[in-house]
């Protein structure tokens, strides 16, 4: 049986953290089975570590650095990481926005060794990276700040609590286009509840989620 | 403009440059450096430079000078930061120039941490600086607010000759929603006649100081300030209601804890309890008449803040202890959730007999 890492990268704020707890449910039953690892060392409080219980309740394993979600921004990343390069797990790297990536930098080599996905994450209501020329340089820093190369694109375009199906379907274009800059497929398309699935997609196949970002009130 | 989904970090910042910002002076902490940062993407492209100072006290400085050259200015940092600034803003006070100042409020004293907080609510509407001074003091509890308020700041600060600070928190600056930034319409703003901005010797030359030789001079001063700031608080407050008209309990609640009261207000409303909420929008000036008139009819305020209960007394002002003033909150950087909001206001309704 082959090794998978899968990496989910990205922009800041594109959706990564829902990407991976989507992907990490997704490949909950594999033989091998399935480590979700928090490689997020920018953001203090929203992200994967919100989600551990329920997905160590869901068989999934996960690796988070030592003080997320405490009152400190100390950016240490455990030794446990190691783990996943020597067991038959499939591994999903949740990574942090922009430079963020330079954390994934560190495994360069391990991860090269293994084999590996790298998905980008984009979505077109992000300001910064609406426009998919900028998506595409955005995606060509992270490639050097984590020494690894895009595998595909996830379009995870969604306006929050806000989004319709209308909205996803109107991200099909700028997928596309940030798919043929970069050279590379469109993999996903997320929806949050299958009621907003649009009724095809230019490629790939439709990823449902669950909104997994901590809800506060 | 189509809305977009940023955090609300971003959404300052790119409301500020909305605003013609052109300068923005910042030292990173957490949880606000995502404004630095995308200062840092934008201001190149916009003509306007996002500068990292060597402190925060450098940089607020920086924003006195921008801003005594007319120009619109900001500065940002969270709490630890924001004091280190406090010398330089009480100078722009006694300079009357406009900034806007933000702080994403993290939990203190100290370096305290990094979670989110709302106990700098004393400093920022009490005594941000020295001497006799007030701040207009804004407080944002949505993404979109924090655009539209930094707008507002901008206008403010220019419409008064004051510094703003627009009071957020952690919380409402890390968190994502969609936002508009065409929400809002700009005010008509006067001319700034008393910038030191280069003249070629057509007229008298403008001073920036806050250096006055004679007591009589300097009393003067602070008096023809002190007239603005009856004005401010006779045409700038601004609040929110929710569910008031006929509540026996209204919380009292700004910012992230505003949003946690609102969906607590609904949970207690479905067991029969009459809450409502006010969520002032200005801390200074503080929507007294409101809380007053709501005395009338309310039976008790509940005053629910990331804090030990530092708006508590502002709200027994308001209603001129009419009205008990309970409190609920957590402080360290802990957020509480509906529930427990929804918990206190049963209690509080069994206490006062206002349930079967």
Not at chain 1, 34 to 50: E, I, Q
Not at chain 2, 50 to 63: F, G, P, R, T
Not at chain 2, 90 to 112: K, M, T
Request: aromatic share 6%; proline share 5%; glycine share 8%.
């Amino acid at each position: 049986m082959a090794k998978r890492i899968i990496i989910v990268a990205g922009h800041y704020g594109a959706g990564k953290t829902n990407v991976a707890v989507a992907l990490a449910h997704a490949h909950k039953d594999d033989a091998g089975g399935c480590v979700l690892c928090d490689l997020d060392t920018v953001n203090p409080y929203f992200r994967a570590a919100d989600n551990a219980a329920e997905l160590n309740a869901a068989g999934v394993r996960t690796v988070i650095p030592a003080y997320a979600n405490t009152n400190v921004d100390i950016p240490v990343l455990p030794a446990e990481i190691a783990s996943v390069f020597c067991s038959d797990e499939t591994v999903i790297f949740d990574v942090g926005g922009d430079d963020g990536a330079s954390a994934l930098g560190v495994y360069a080599a391990d991860i090269e060794r293994a084999g590996y996905e790298m998905l980008a994450v984009v979505n077109m209501y992000r300001p910064l990276i609406a426009d998919p020329a900028d998506a595409v340089a955005g995606m060509r820093e992270i490639e050097q700040y984590s020494r690894l190369r895009f595998t595909g694109i996830v379009n995870n375009s969604n306006l929050g609590a806000e989004t319709t199906k209308r909205h996803i379907e109107a991200s099909a274009e700028y997928a596309e286009r940030v798919a043929a800059l970069a050279g590379l497929p469109i993999v996903y398309t997320t929806v949050v509840g299958e009621e907003n699935a649009p009724e095809s997609v230019p490629a790939g196949e439709i990823l449902v989620m669950k909104n997994s970002t901590k809800q506060l009130f | 403009m189509a809305k977009v989904l940023m955090k609300g970090n971003e959404a300052i910042a790119e409301a500020a440059i909305n605003a013609g910002c052109l300068y923005y002076f910042g030292y990173p902490i957490t949880p606000q450096t995502e404004i630095s940062e995308y200062m840092a993407k934008r201001m190149p492209k916009v003509g306007g430079l996002c500068l990292q100072a060597e402190s925060e006290i450098a940089a607020i400085n920086m924003v006195l000078g921008a801003s005594s050259g007319g120009t619109r200015a900001m500065t940002s940092s969270s709490s630890p930061g924001i004091s280190l600034k406090s010398e330089g803003v009480s100078y722009l006070v006694g300079s009357d120039l406009p900034a806007v100042i933000v702080n994403v409020q993290r939990g203190g004293p100290g370096l305290g941490g990094i979670q989110p907080s709302q106990a700098d609510y004393y400093q920022a509407t009490k005594a941000y600086g020295h001497g006799d001074m007030h701040l207009i003091v804004l407080a944002p509890s949505t993404v979109q607010e924090m655009a539209s308020l930094t707008g507002e700041a901008f206008d403010l600060a220019d419409i008064y000759r004051t510094p703003v600070i627009l009071l957020a928190d952690g919380a409402i600056g890390q968190m994502m929603e969609p936002v508009d930034f065409s929400a809002r319409t700009p005010r008509e703003l006067p001319e700034k006649d008393w910038a030191t901005r280069g003249h070629g010797g057509s007229r008298k030359h403008n001073i920036i100081n806050s250096l006055y030789m004679n007591p009589e001079d300097l009393e003067r001063t602070v008096e023809e300030r002190y007239v603005r700031y009856r004005k401010i608080e006779a045409e700038e407050v601004k609040y929110d209601t929710f569910m008031t008209d006929d509540a026996d309990i209204v919380c009292v609640a700004f910012g992230i804890t505003a949003r946690i009261c609102h969906t607590a207000v609904t949970m207690a409303r479905a067991k029969g309890i009459k809450a409502g909420l006010i969520r002032p929008i200005t801390l200074w000036p503080f929507p007294n008449d409101a809380i007053n008139t709501l005395a009338d009819t309310a039976k008790a305020f509940l005053s629910v803040e990331l804090s030990m209960g530092q708006m508590v007394t502002d709200v027994k002002l308001a209603c001129g202890c009419r009205r008990p003033v309970d409190f609920y909150g957590r402080t360290g950087g802990v957020i509480p959730n509906p529930a427990d909001v929804a918990k206190k206001l049963e209690a509080m309704a069994s206490e006062l007999g206002l349930r079967s």
